[in-house]
């Protein structure tokens, strides 16, 4: 196993003084850490962690992600075994640890997954708070994901959050007529028809993909004003603001390259790499692997992003797919895993992790804006105040095990993917939706 990056590795991709920052041969940027005192968190006699986590789609991800285990383990004694998943596997493999009450201390799942589980896991205010103080706060997204409903008990730490903004060949948009992507509706759907016509369509996700399908699925109800919950967390997706989005799906879809209905969380990136598309939306995992192979560097170089229009949203509705870490109460080892999460977060390991990842994932503290990854790619910028939206699963209400199950089971996805297919009228479909997501209500 390969425990750091090379040189030649950095250069690949594109981000050298980052990767390079991982191996401790180059000067970090100056991350400012305020003097707060650690919670005391002994840990327990013969410790040892099991992790899951998903799988990278950067390769620099997992190699200083398990760097950084080991050198936990070198500190501590305590040895953690890091197991990666497939991003359609993780939850899955939480629901079954949490019912088994067995198997990970701690997995790192995607947004809501805490609060899904909240009953089975380990309260981590303590971590949060030290961490949160140390490094400037929690930024919006990591206090939502973070933080149990209406208080101020962690049960989740957020390790950062993936923006998926739109990505598009600028000379294929400049042969159409468009020098950006229009940031109204009708513009939009203007500009999808001429890409169809001129044979180089667009393409999102509309299968049960956790974040490319469920990214745009809740693009196109947020910038129509829809939502699932009101503040008060009353089910609202039966709405004439949701039945207009899916009226306006209607009419976007027939400009789509033929199935994405079927697509996972990596369809996308082969279409577009392969120059079947012009415009989807994505993480930067797809720039850096257009730009490190030399077969697909002139695409990188003609590739812009844009943050998702707003329609007709004050800003762009967009949130981050984020990664969230959580400790179960089966661990006979609780401090241990807190102890670990802590060590991963302060500035010696997290920094060179950010910066390894090259923008896929964005900070959730605000210290960590100063890192060296964004200020070197100018494409790359876009990322960093990711988790700055105040968009998230469940908005605009209180996240809760409803928000999180209607999620996981891809209820608003699936809405929109049978309006896109003619299996249902917008109407029925909205009113299914509404029926799948009250289900889940009334359980909780």
Not at 269 to 279: M, Q
Request: charged share 20%; with cysteine; proline share 5%.
């Amino acid at each position: 196993m390969k425990n750091d990056i090379t040189r030649r590795d950095a250069l690949a991709l594109g981000v050298s003084a980052a990767a390079l920052a991982a191996t401790g041969t180059s000067a970090r940027a100056e991350i400012k850490a305020a003097d707060v005192p650690a919670p005391a968190l002994p840990i327990e006699k013969g410790a040892t962690l099991r992790m899951l986590r998903p799988v990278r789609f950067v390769p620099a991800d997992e190699e200083v992600f398990r760097a950084n285990a080991e050198k936990f383990t070198a500190k501590t004694g305590v040895e953690v075994k890091v197991d990666f998943v497939g991003w359609e596997d993780i939850n899955q493999q939480t629901a079954v640890t949490s019912n088994s009450g067995a198997g990970p201390d701690i997995i790192i799942g995607f947004g809501d997954s805490p609060h899904i589980y909240v009953d089975k896991l380990v309260e981590l205010t303590d971590v949060a708070d030290y961490i949160g103080k140390r490094y400037g706060g929690w930024l919006a997204l990591a206090q939502k994901y973070g933080k149990k409903a209406k208080s101020n008990s962690w049960i989740g730490l957020p390790f950062g959050a993936s923006g998926g903004p739109l990505v598009y060949r600028k000379s294929i948009l400049k042969s159409v007529g468009f020098d950006r992507v229009p940031e109204d509706h009708a513009g939009f759907l203007d500009l999808c028809r001429k890409l169809q016509k001129a044979g180089k369509p667009a393409g999102f996700a509309l299968g049960n993909a956790v974040g490319d399908g469920n990214g745009f699925a809740s693009w196109l109800l947020w910038s129509h004003n829809a939502a699932l919950l009101d503040e008060e967390g009353n089910v609202i997706i039966n709405s004439k603001e949701t039945i207009a989005a899916l009226k306006y799906l209607k009419e976007l879809y027939p400009t789509f390259i033929a199935g994405t209905p079927s697509w996972n969380d990596v369809s996308n990136n082969r279409a577009y790499s392969s120059g079947e598309i012009s415009l989807t939306a994505n993480g930067v995992s797809l720039y850096f692997s257009l730009k490190k192979d030399p077969a697909t560097a002139a695409i990188a170089e003609d590739t812009e992003h844009q943050l998702l229009i707003k329609g007709l949203a004050k800003v762009s509705p967009m949130s981050g797919l984020t990664l969230n870490a959580m400790v179960f109460k089966h661990s006979p080892y609780p401090n241990a895993a807190k102890a670990f999460l802590q060590f991963m977060l302060e500035k010696e390991q997290y920094e060179p992790w950010l910066n390894a990842n090259s923008g896929y994932w964005a900070q959730p503290l605000a210290a960590y804006a100063d890192a060296a990854v964004w200020s070197g790619d100018p494409k790359v910028a876009i990322f960093k105040d990711t988790m700055k939206s105040n968009y998230y699963n469940g908005y605009n209400g209180p996240i809760s095990t409803a928000t999180g199950a209607v999620n996981a089971d891809y209820v608003l996805v699936q809405m929109c993917a049978s309006v896109a297919t003619d299996a249902a009228t917008p109407e029925a479909a909205a009113a299914e939706a509404e029926r799948r997501a009250k289900r889940y209500f009334r359980r909780s």
